[in-house]
């Protein structure tokens, strides 16, 4: 991260004042909640992704910062509604939203930066930009409904689960560094490369996640761990392990994720036999394999240090501990 850092450091603290401007509203709450959220923390990957793309790209002008914070306040409107869906209680080793100012703030907050960044997308003046973007946030919300339909689903594939980690958290990711590329007039060819890019880098961020939710301390990870698992949420950890595991230990599974609350020696138990099944390692390996395929899709650019920043910042992805 920090190679990145070095080169586009100061248009990541424009991105900031951006988004702090942008939550501008005669409504309280909606400053309130907006800027507890970004004030959380975070490493603010997709902004950098777009950052980085349009410099790769030969970009010089001044809507990449503005377009950087567009993505970002897509990110928290999902955050805030993923939230209210999962009944988190924590983000980022912080209380939730919701949990401070209830599910409906949460809800509705979230809706208000959705319909912000859409006038800010039209504010940029790119009809292909605004084709990005506007199609990520849609494929976003088909995510979520697909997650949710896949709760509890003790038999669903590492090609479906794939699938939900393309839709709901690689898709944004994707889409900023192809809104990057445009920025900067790139071919349609260095487009797609730079969006197959930001792809295979956000597979690898969920999956990443999916093993620190076995793995991490809640300090660590910044949310509670086991949250997942307590959720229903079948995840690549597990469904190597359920690949792998006898009846009696499938059966076991099953009762914990059938409970309405996990106890922390269920939780236990079930990371205990994602870790006997090598469920971590699997996935981690998994993650390394979409990364090890980021540098092909960048072979087509100019050498030099913005390109190696993307890749330092993918292999960031792999080696990060939240």
């Not at 993923?82 to 919701?98: E, F, P, Q």
């Not at 506007?134 to 594939?157: F, H, K, N, R, Y």
């Not at 898709?171 to 007039?185: P, T, W």
Request: proline share 2%.
């Amino acid at each position: 991260m920090q190679a990145a850092l070095n080169i586009i450091g100061d248009d990541l603290i424009r991105v900031e004042q951006q988004f702090r401007k942008d939550l501008e509203s005669d409504v309280p709450l909606i400053r309130k909640v907006g800027e507890y959220v970004l004030s959380s923390g975070g490493k603010r990957v997709r902004p950098a992704l777009l950052l980085l793309a349009a410099k790769l790209c030969d970009y010089q002008g001044d809507k990449a910062v503005p377009l950087a914070s567009v993505v970002e306040f897509i990110h928290t409107a999902t955050l805030l509604h993923d939230d209210v869906v999962d009944s988190a209680t924590l983000r980022r080793g912080l209380a939730s939203a919701n949990t401070l100012w209830g599910n409906e703030a949460s809800v509705l907050v979230g809706d208000f930066l959705f319909s912000k960044s859409f006038s800010l997308m039209v504010a940029a003046g790119s009809l292909d930009i605004l084709r990005v973007l506007s199609s990520a946030t849609t494929i976003i919300a088909e995510g979520e409904v697909m997650q949710l339909l896949c709760t509890g689903e003790i038999d669903l594939s590492e090609e479906q689960y794939i699938g939900v980690v393309r839709s709901k958290t690689a898709i944004l990711m994707s889409a900023a560094c192809e809104a990057g590329a445009i920025l900067g007039n790139a071919s349609l060819e260095m487009q797609k490369a730079l969006a197959d890019f930001g792809m295979d880098l956000g597979i690898a961020f969920q999956l990443m996640d999916d093993t620190l939710d076995y793995i991490a301390t809640e300090e660590e990870f910044g949310k509670s761990i086991g949250h997942d698992l307590e959720e229903g949420k079948i995840t690549l950890p597990l469904i190597h392990a359920l690949r792998l595991c006898t009846d009696d230990e499938r059966d076991r599974i099953v009762a914990v994720i059938e409970k309405d609350e996990m106890s922390l020696e269920d939780f236990r138990d079930v990371s205990g036999l994602v870790k006997q099944y090598g469920g971590i390692e699997y996935t981690v390996a998994a993650a390394r394999r979409y990364i090890g395929g980021c540098a092909s899709y960048l072979q087509g650019f100019a050498p030099g240090n913005v390109r190696d920043a993307l890749l330092k910042l993918a292999e960031y992805v792999v080696t990060r501990s939240r």
